[in-house]
């Protein structure tokens, strides 16, 4: 709690404890959430205060083993074969030895988190695996089970020292138990209402206090609505540092209506919530504000 503390993560006690088994035990960390809860963030943070190397994989739909692993230089291994002509080399065997080594190899971030780093092993973060392929996730099995990685022209590269790995997940579909099981895993939630103060607190500190408050309060009783997207932190803080913005000391209803696309992202929840419904939850905020002092 303290190392993520130096790096202004507000955590829970259930998250130190895992992140603390995981770097002990040397596992991947499991993150799973809705967006905007700070699973990305705690990568970061772990990198920051340990001074590792931070090494992101952004997962998406296609992603392939030429752009996560590694890949050939064929345009350096097409030079290298010309030259090799012009000198009269013609022997194959040898000139395939050559131009399949690891000077032709372009490294992607798995393979460079493989590899050895002066300041210690580097945080491994793989993101949003959820948006990538079934078959890229099951290409992940070994890398995260025996940190290494195989190469048919060159055989097996495995790691001196693991990488601390985070996978993070958004589930927008559901990850094989197969990973899971290689990882301890964790379910990051919305914040309570003390610990997202607390966050807005080191995040965003010129904002008034009544205006933190009350900021807190509406966002705390917009995720009890029906929405199509919940706001995470990230969003709580956006809507903290564009309100200091715009000079505000606290909420008013004109304001919670001219900034509500910095809190939600989609245009239903946005009409759903103008006008009488955000109006309705300021006053409840308020009125209980103002009861407890």
Known sequence: MALLAA???VADRSLATTLFLSLRMGRPLFLEGEAGVGKTEIAKVLAATLGRRLVRLQCYEGLDIASAVYEWNYARQ??????AEAEGLHDRERLS???????????????????????????????????????????????????????????TIKAEVPPIVIVTSNRTREIHDALKRRCLYYWVDYPDAAREMKILTLKVPQAPERLSREIVGFVQALRTVELFKLPGIAETIDWAQALVQLDALALDPARVNDTLGVLLKYQDDIAKMQGSEAAGILR????????TG
């Open 284 to 291: 409840t905020v308020q009125a209980e504000l103002a009861a």
């Open 78 to 83: 097409m030079i290298e074969i010309r030259l």
């Open 97 to 155: 030895r050559d131009i399949f080594s690891e000077r032709f190899l372009i490294e992607r971030p798995l393979l460079q988190a493989l590899k050895p780093d002066p300041a210690g092993a580097p945080v491994l973060l793989i993101d949003e695996l959820d948006r990538s392929d079934e078959p890229f996730e099951a290409y992940l099995l070994e890398a995260l089970s025996d940190f290494q990685i195989t190469i048919p022209e060159i055989g």
């Open 7 to 9: 790096g202004d993560y």
